[in-house]
């Protein structure tokens, strides 16, 4: 099983590969990164209770149950997954729909956001 450190590590890299994307006015890969950052961290909380998933959807729906029910995480984290899901699925598959520069920042900002709160987390 992997570590929820390997998972932390793997969010923290596609964070920053989303800074340098962004940078590079390479706004619909920055929001696809800054997902992956996102999911990797939920990930990473997932192995904490021993559960592996490569499946989006699964994660997601593993991420509320076990920690947006219980409380640790808020509806609101849940919901933003959710949301820069869909702007990395229209981003990545969607050739007509256009990624902005503000949906890129808020993207990795949200992400950002997640990754510190998740960190908190691992560390009680």
Known sequence: MISFDSYMARAEECLKEAKLLYQNQL??????????????????????????????????????EQFVKTGSFTKRDSTALNELFELRQSGEYDMEDSVSEADALSSIEIAAEFLIQAEAYLRT
């Not at 990164?33 to 990930?43: E, G, I």
């Not at 021993?50 to 729906?61: E, L, P, Q, V, Y």
Request: charged content about 20%; aromatic content about 16%; some cysteine.
């Open 27 to 64: 706004y619909r890969g920055a929001c696809g990164r800054a997902y992956y950052a996102y999911f990797d961290a939920v990930r990473a909380l997932l192995a904490t209770k021993g559960i592996t998933t490569k499946s989006h959807s699964g994660a997601r729906g593993l991420f509320s």
